[in-house]
């Protein structure tokens, strides 16, 4: 069964520093997502991307986040400038369909900003 | 504002039936989604509701009513591996947006 895949599993940074978050979707999928988790909190929504461009972004997604698809399979989630609660699990989604389809998450990225 | 209300935690008995309820108030309503979450792992799908009614699948079922802000998640012949965080999600508009998440419902199952 087709899944989402995301590297690294675990990232540990030290503040100020940047990171590259790398996931790739189900292939067939149109609509990327990034969201985050703080360990014990909720899981929020940063970004939705589609045809090459973002489509909504939070209140979380400043501009310190950027997202990219630099190719045809990758999309990538930049923390240009770390800092200490920034530490989270981050989590890729994708969806085929946009109106009632599900959106697959992949197995995470646990950063650790020190 | 987005708000999602859910039971921080539930308890019940392997083999059992559990409902696990969710009231949301979002400035726009585009579905409902119920997610699960074992510890340390993503959120894995198990439900979506658009319009009011029950919907099925195997032993799990999710309820919504839309105009009472309200859907609840249905859980039956529980098994020791349900043990879980159970995800209450809202996309409010169309689009392609982002799900709104409640804190989620941890679910412990009991022998």
């Known amino acids: 069964e087709p899944e989402v895949t995301q590297t690294p599993s675990h990232q540990v940074t030290q503040m100020g520093q940047e990171v590259i978050l790398r996931c790739v979707p189900i292939?067939?999928?149109?609509?990327f997502y990034w969201y985050r988790q703080i360990l014990g909190q909720k899981v929020e929504f940063l970004v939705s991307f589609y045809n090459n461009e973002i489509s909504e972004k939070s209140e979380i997604f400043d501009d310190q986040f950027s997202v990219e698809r630099p190719d045809g399979s990758n999309f990538t989630l930049k923390i240009r400038s770390t800092k200490l609660e920034d530490s989270a699990m981050y989590f890729c989604?994708?969806?085929?369909?946009?109106?009632?389809?599900?959106?697959?998450f992949g197995p995470g990225t646990r950063l650790t900003v020190t | 504002g987005q708000n999602i209300d859910q039971p921080t935690e539930m308890t019940a008995t392997e083999g059992a039936i559990v409902q696990i309820n969710c009231t949301y108030q979002t400035s726009g309503f585009n579905g409902l989604f119920w997610y699960q979450q074992h510890a340390g792992e993503a959120p894995t799908f198990l439900s979506y509701n658009v319009l009011d009614g029950l919907e099925e699948k195997g032993r799990f079922s999710s309820f919504l009513s839309r105009s009472k802000g309200y859907s609840y998640l249905l859980l039956k012949e529980l098994q020791m591996k349900d043990s879980a965080s159970y995800l209450c999600a809202v996309r409010d508009r169309g689009g392609a947006d982002g799900l709104t998440f409640g804190k989620g419902t941890h679910l412990i199952i009991q022998p």
């Open positions: 989604a994708s969806s085929e369909v946009l109106e009632v389809d599900e959106q697959y």
């Open positions: 292939s067939n999928h149109l609509y």
